[in-house]
């Protein structure tokens, strides 16, 4: 009888040990910090993508310099990535950097790992030696890390520092879960969204912490069942859906839910927005936030259907359509007086929007928390402050 389980417990090792190991030092890689490692690495991934058998490449403790890498499938079996203590610097100079992709990209694979690792785009360097600062033309520096087309998979534990232009974009990706992300460049940098996921569907994001100097997650056109929890968020402008409708012809997001999250010292908390004068419809449903935390947040709830950073015609309308909208228990401080504004369009006014339980407190000396609406009629439940619609411009 022992022998049996003994035989049961061993034949449960080998199993759970069964994935090829393919360590990029045996395909030279130096982890100096100085040799180039990208060839090293792309080498061990091939060799690992087309075994036919569950693999993992791994990534020893050191400092890898790598370049632009492009990480393709279709792999025959699974494929991990075990880069627990590794660490990952880009170039100083930001012409080894190929402008036409990002920094670090994942393609076309479906059953895929990534655990561990921590991504030092060293912006702040690069962008000294780039005079970018005197030129203003610092947009040709992708630091970033890409999921292109990634299926079945789950990302864990990666971290990445001190770097401007950072961010990590999700591309028709398809059940992803990312958890343990953490994310921190400086709350000056430009358009270094956190997280940014378009046209995905089954992501989930979960237990990051994010800092940054723009959206810590963003949610573009074409996304479905997006979950995003636990996350923490800030300095940065908060989590966003949008925006939408700049373009011709983008697809539904539909099904996105904002739950457990924690906002501190930014620009917006949560918010949906959506650019006036779209040249197509669009539609934006089934959006729910739920159980969020604002500290010193400047407009902790916001739909904006007028959002309009340069170039556009505000007097033309959004034609993206809202609907089954919920805040529900979203509490803590607000920056500004307006705690919540609802500003939809006249053209395609919000509908099934709901607010409860909403405890958010001003500390200005112009008085207390207020909220506006343009185009919705809140259905409004439990205790409510400010209380909805204070100011209706519509
Ligand atoms: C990030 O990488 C993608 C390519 O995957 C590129 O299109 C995009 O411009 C990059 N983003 C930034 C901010 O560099
Ligand atoms: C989603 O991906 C995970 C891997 O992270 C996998 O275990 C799971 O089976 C996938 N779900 C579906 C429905 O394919
Ligand atoms: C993603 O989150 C949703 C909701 O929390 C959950 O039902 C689903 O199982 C999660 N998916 C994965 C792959 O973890
Ligand atoms: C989210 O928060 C609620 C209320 O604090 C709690 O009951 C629930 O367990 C939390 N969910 C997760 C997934 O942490
Ligand atoms: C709140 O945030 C603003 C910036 O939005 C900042 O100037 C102010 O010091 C913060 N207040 C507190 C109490 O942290």
């Given at each position: 009888?022992?022998?049996?389980?003994?035989?049961?417990?061993?034949m449960?090792?080998?199993?759970?040990?069964?994935?090829?190991?393919?360590?990029?030092?045996?395909?030279?890689?130096?982890?100096?910090?100085?040799?180039?490692?990208?060839?090293a690495?792309?080498?061990?991934?091939?060799?690992?993508?087309n075994?036919?058998?569950?693999?993992?490449?791994?990534?020893?403790?050191?400092?890898?310099?790598?370049?632009s890498?492009?990480?393709?499938?279709?792999?025959?079996?699974?494929?991990t990535?075990?880069?627990?203590?590794?660490?990952?610097?880009?170039?100083?100079?930001?012409?080894?950097?190929?402008?036409?992709?990002?920094?670090?990209?994942?393609?076309?694979i479906?059953?895929?790992?990534?655990?561990?690792?921590?991504?030092?785009?060293?912006?702040?360097?690069?962008?000294?030696?780039?005079?970018?600062?005197?030129?203003?033309?610092?947009?040709?520096?992708?630091?970033?890390?890409?999921?292109?087309?990634?299926?079945?998979?789950?990302?864990?534990?990666?971290?990445?520092?001190?770097?401007?232009?950072?961010?990590?974009?999700?591309?028709?990706?398809?059940?992803?879960?990312?958890?343990?992300?953490?994310?921190?460049?400086?709350?000056?940098?430009?358009?270094?969204?956190?997280?940014?996921?378009?046209?995905?569907?089954?992501?989930?994001?979960?237990?990051?912490?994010i800092?940054?100097?723009?959206?810590?997650?963003?949610?573009?056109?074409?996304?479905?069942?997006?979950?995003?929890?636990?996350?923490?968020?800030?300095?940065?402008?908060?989590?966003?859906?949008?925006?939408?409708?700049k373009?011709?012809?983008?697809?539904?997001?539909?099904?996105?839910?904002?739950?457990?999250?924690?906002?501190?010292?930014?620009?917006?908390?949560?918010?949906?927005?959506?650019?006036?004068?779209?040249?197509?419809?669009?539609?934006?449903?089934?959006?729910?936030?739920?159980?969020?935390?604002?500290?010193?947040?400047?407009?902790?709830?916001?739909?904006?259907?007028?959002?309009?950073?340069?170039?556009?015609?505000?007097?033309?309308?959004?034609?993206?359509?809202?609907?089954?909208?919920?805040f529900?228990?979203?509490?803590?401080?607000?920056?500004?007086?307006?705690?919540?504004?609802?500003?939809?369009?006249?053209?395609?006014?919000?509908?099934?929007?709901?607010?409860?339980?909403?405890?958010?407190?001003?500390?200005?000396?112009?008085?207390?928390?207020?909220?506006?609406?343009?185009?919705?009629?809140?259905?409004?439940?439990?205790?409510?402050?400010?209380?909805?619609?204070?100011?209706?411009?519509?």
């Amino acid at each position: 009888m022992a022998g049996i389980w003994i035989w049961m417990l061993m034949m449960a090792m080998v199993a759970g040990n069964h994935a090829a190991v393919f360590d990029v030092k045996s395909y030279g890689a130096k982890a100096d910090g100085k040799s180039d490692d990208s060839k090293a690495i792309l080498d061990a991934w091939k060799a690992a993508c087309n075994s036919g058998q569950a693999s993992n490449v791994l990534i020893p403790k050191g400092t890898y310099m790598v370049g632009s890498m492009i990480m393709e499938g279709p792999c025959k079996a699974p494929i991990t990535i075990e880069a627990n203590k590794a660490r990952f610097v880009a170039p100083i100079n930001p012409n080894q950097l190929r402008a036409r992709n990002g920094w670090i990209n994942f393609v076309g694979i479906d059953r895929f790992g990534l655990q561990g690792g921590r991504f030092d785009g060293q912006g702040e360097l690069a962008w000294h030696q780039n005079n970018c600062v005197g030129t203003g033309k610092c947009g040709s520096m992708p630091i970033n890390l890409s999921f292109n087309r990634i299926t079945n998979a789950l990302i864990h534990s990666i971290t990445s520092y001190d770097s401007k232009q950072y961010h990590i974009d999700v591309l028709s990706c398809k059940n992803v879960t990312f958890r343990s992300i953490r994310i921190s460049a400086p709350d000056q940098s430009l358009n270094t969204d956190g997280i940014h996921i378009v046209r995905s569907s089954g992501i989930n994001v979960t237990e990051a912490d994010i800092k940054t100097g723009d959206d810590c997650v963003s949610v573009g056109d074409g996304s479905q069942q997006v979950n995003i929890e636990k996350v923490k968020c800030g300095p940065g402008h908060g989590i966003a859906i949008g925006s939408l409708g700049k373009y011709n012809n983008e697809e539904p997001v539909v099904g996105v839910t904002v739950k457990n999250c924690t906002i501190t010292h930014t620009m917006s908390g949560v918010r949906v927005e959506t650019w006036p004068a779209s040249p197509s419809e669009g539609v934006a449903r089934d959006l729910h936030f739920q159980n969020i935390v604002m500290n010193n947040v400047s407009t902790p709830i916001s739909i904006d259907q007028e959002y309009c950073p340069y170039k556009c015609d505000k007097k033309v309308p959004s034609r993206v359509k809202i609907s089954d909208v919920s805040f529900d228990d979203i509490r803590g401080t607000s920056a500004s007086k307006v705690a919540v504004r609802l500003r939809c369009s006249s053209a395609s006014p919000c509908e099934n929007v709901g607010l409860s339980n909403i405890n958010l407190a001003y500390h200005g000396s112009d008085g207390k928390a207020t909220s506006e609406c343009a185009n919705v009629k809140p259905k409004v439940t439990g205790q409510l402050f400010p209380p909805a619609c204070a100011v209706s411009s519509a």
